[in-house]
Each structure stands twice: as C-alpha cells, then as structure tokens.
C-alpha cells in the first residue's frame, strides 16, 4: 500500500468519520477512551478547525485513509499541540506518521506557529522515536492532561 501524497492534506468533512476512527482504534487497543476524546472527536469544527488549528491525513492509492493528525490551537497560552496522531495497523512502518508530521511543521511554520507540544505515553516507544525525529524535546511534565500521558515533548519553530 502505497501513500500516493498527503498534499490533499487538510481537513474536509467527509473525512470526519476517518478521523475518528483511526483515531478511536488506536486509543482503544493501548488505552481506554476518555471523555475528552469523545468530546474532540464531537467538536471537530469547533474545537480544532474553527479555532485555527488544522487536520493532516494520508490517503492511499484506494482513497482510503491511512493516517491522521491534528494540529490542536491552546489560543488562552498562544501554543499548539500535535493531537490524534494515527496510522491505520496494517499502513504502519511506511512513513506515514513521519510524512502526516512533517506536513503539520510546515502548515505550522507557513502559518507562523512559533511552540508544538504534545502528550504521549513511553510505552509507544514507535510514537516517542517518531516524535524526537521530527525534532521535539521531552520537557518537564506537570500534572496529567491525560491519565495515558506519561512525556510531555516540545518543539520551537522560531
């Protein structure tokens, strides 16, 4: 399965659904689902897109998608987060997390983002690797967002 291109990158709302459960499966095969995430994935429109924020995904040559991500607005402290990252189990190992991030940093760059954060969990030893290639640093982590967050990680564009 060949990604053709994630040029057709940015959020468009047949592609809700898609979001949703890529994001719903991972979620439920490491963790268990949260209101927070049940209350993101409802207020998509709201909570991402019309805040100013952005989703990426990679479409295969069948026009299916096979990974996502968010660029998550936080406008209160002027940062974003790279949110819902997901690849689709039988796309992983490809570069597809690894294309979905470089085309965040550079809609984030284009758009004058200055500081990425991001919320993970050490035992998705994939997800951190990928995380430092794209170039974030761990930084001190000050209470829980998230009862499945354990490294919080951080990137300065500026």
Known sequence: MEVISIERSTYEPQYKQDFIQLN??????????????LDT???????????????FL???DSEQ????CALKPHPESDIYELAKMA?????QGRGIGYALGEALLKYARQHDIKRIFLEGNTQLKASISLYR???????????KA???????????LT
């Not at 994935?41 to 989703?55: E, P, T, V």
């Not at 974030?136 to 209470?143: M, N, R």
């Open 24 to 37: 719903k499966q991972w979620i439920e095969t490491y963790f268990r689902l949260k209101q927070s995430d």
């Open 41 to 55: 994935f409802a207020h998509i429109d709201d909570c991402i897109i019309g805040r100013g924020g952005q989703i």
């Open 146 to 156: 998230y009862e499945r967050c354990d490294i919080l990680m951080e990137l300065n």
């Open 133 to 143: 290639k794209l170039g974030f640093k761990e930084i001190p982590l000050k209470g």
């Open 58 to 60: 990679a479409v295969d």
């Open 65 to 68: 998608v096979v990974g996502c």
């Open 87 to 91: 690849v689709s189990p039988e796309a």
